[in-house]
């Protein structure tokens, strides 16, 4: 018998000194209090298979490797015992995030709130297998800071005069991108992935075909099947579309947005070398490229566009989720009032017929 939290628990061992050693390390066995947590994160992250129906994707466990790697290797000690993670560590790992001095630059809120994902995930896992008694994350607190420039999840938008201003006064060679952007609300890791094949201007209702996106170096397919979507083009962006595509010949697996050399775009430097100087310009200062798919998303429910399709043109997974990320948008504040009288003499007037 040994105490957990005020509470009787009970193991069993095979001999006595596996009892003692249960007893003196509070239910946990030698060979469980011997784990580092480092050495649990990088086992665990290449075992893990998810909780939903979906599984685990490859570019998602890839991408925890890269942020254990990348964080949690350089914070703790290779020494710390998986069974020795406290609150009181993981909120000190949290505030060294937040340091820009160590960190040589600003990590966003959501950045950072990404970069904790893969080890609560872990120390749940840890928690249910009866590595650890309890999962010391549970309660974590994250930051939200106000004015964080680069977290997506602050829906900011721009006005029609400023979206007017960065389109007119944006360098030839990159116009079309952001008139993509603004007016059919894709992600810029979708458009740069876009290939000639990915167009349809000549059969049927003009629309670009969402398939792939280029994250960090990889073509990765979308996050889900929602993701793969068509989404209809202005004539006006048509009409210029083709005749990019028409004065430039090339395969139709030619990306439409590329260097010199026919590689990917770099979305990090078009922020800063192209973006950054004109929403700075236009006064949006605050504004990286998320902000064109919500001014996006803004117009067409300003102007009364159905919430479902507005979702299917995000590519969101549920019509739900987008009226959360865009209802204090939506025009109006307060429902009309309801006439009573009026509503029950037109049902006087035709009454149901069902019955």
């Known amino acids: 018998m ?13 001999t006595f000194t596996a009892a003692k050693r249960l007893k003196l390390h ?27 129906r979906r599984g685990f994707r490859d570019q998602t466990r ?25 609150a009181y560590l993981l909120a000190r790992f949290v505030d060294w995030l937040c340091d820009e001095e160590v960190q040589g630059r600003r990590l966003s809120d959501k950045t950072i709130a990404n970069i904790v994902i893969p080890l609560r995930t ?49 360098p030839d060679e990159h116009r079309l991108l952001l008139e993509l952007l603004a007016g059919c609300g894709l992600r810029i890791s979708e458009a740069v992935a876009l290939q000639r094949r990915h167009f349809r201007l ?21 996050k889900s099947k929602h993701g793969r979507r068509a989404v209809l083009l202005p004539p006006p962006l048509v009409w210029k579309l083709r005749a990019r595509l028409d004065a430039e010949s090339g395969e139709a697996t030619d990306l439409v947005f590329r260097t010199d050399d026919g ?29 064109f798919r919500h001014t996006f998303a803004a117009i067409h429910l300003s102007e009364g566009t159905a919430i479902v399709a507005v979702s299917r043109a995000l590519g969101h997974h549920s019509p739900a989720f ?3 990320r865009y209802a204090h948008l939506l025009p109006g504040e307060l429902a009309p009032p309801l006439d009573l009288a009026a509503v029950l003499s037109a049902a006087r007037v035709c009454p149901d017929q069902s019955g």
Do not use: C
């Not at 939290?5 to 095979?14: N, V």
């Open 2 to 14: 040994f105490d957990v939290a005020g509470r009787q628990r009970k193991k069993i061992a095979r």
């Open 26 to 52: 509070g239910g946990e066995s030698a060979p469980e209090r011997a784990i580092t947590f480092l050495k649990f994160l990088d086992e665990w992250v290449e075992r893990y298979r998810g909780q939903g």
């Open 62 to 86: 890839e991408e925890y490797r890269r942020l254990i790697r990348t964080y949690a290797h350089r914070h703790f000690s290779t020494r710390l015992k998986l069974v020795d993670v406290s």
């Open 122 to 170: 872990a120390l749940k896992t840890a928690a249910r297998e009866g590595l650890i008694r309890h999962n010391p994350s549970q309660d974590l607190a994250l930051p939200h800071r106000e004015d964080d420039p680069d977290d997506e999840d602050d829906v900011r938008v721009f006005s029609r005069g400023q979206l007017a201003a960065i389109l007119s006064t944006a």
């Open 202 to 222: 000549d059969d049927g209702p003009p629309a670009v075909r969402i398939r792939r996106a280029y994250v960090k170096g990889r073509i990765v397919p979308p």
């Open 263 to 291: 590689g990917f775009l770099d979305a990090d430097a078009l922020r800063r070398r192209m973006l950054k100087p004109l929403v700075e310009e236009a006064g949006a200062g605050w504004a990286a490229f998320h902000a």
């Open 322 to 324: 987008t009226l959360s």
